[in-house]
């Protein structure tokens, strides 16, 4: 099993920034992936940045590209979110996972049908 905690949601106004944290507990070794997907109500929950957790290699939503940063230290099992030059349409609640996707390359990683394991979620709210 994976635990995974969100922590560092909250307000922001337009051009803000905010960062994200995801500490992991448990069989964290197993899991090849970590990401980031977000929800805002009454849509489908999205993958906005993907890692592989031993090359480093990442992958963004073209939504969010330029703007947000994902990172890992795998020593400490922590991921991060780095989202900078905030829109309104960022505010969503905002959910850590991880998986051991294989056979999937692509944008289909941020497909959240690929990741056993999930937070309970920080809600990110960006103002205008």
């Known amino acids: 099993q994976v635990q995974l905690v969100e922590s560092g949601g909250g307000s922001a106004q337009a051009g803000g920034s905010l960062r994200l944290t995801c500490a992991a507990s448990?069989?964290?070794?197993?899991?090849?992936?970590m990401g980031w997907f977000r929800q805002a109500p009454g849509k489908e929950r999205e993958g906005v940045a993907v890692?592989?957790?031993?090359?480093?290699?990442?992958l963004y939503a073209d939504s969010v590209k330029g703007r947000f940063t994902i990172s890992r230290d795998n020593a400490d099992n922590t991921l991060f979110l780095q989202m900078n030059s905030l829109k309104p349409e960022d505010t969503a609640m905002y959910y850590c996972?991880?998986?051991?996707?294989?056979?999937?390359?692509?944008?289909?990683?941020?497909?959240?049908?690929?990741?056993?394991?999930w937070g309970q979620g920080t809600q990110v709210t960006v103002s205008s």
């Open positions: 996972a991880a998986g051991s996707p294989l056979g999937v390359y692509g944008n289909r990683l941020l497909e959240s049908q690929y990741y056993n394991y």
């Open positions: 448990g069989y964290t070794n197993n899991q090849r992936c």
């Open positions: 890692i592989w957790l031993s090359a480093g290699s990442t």
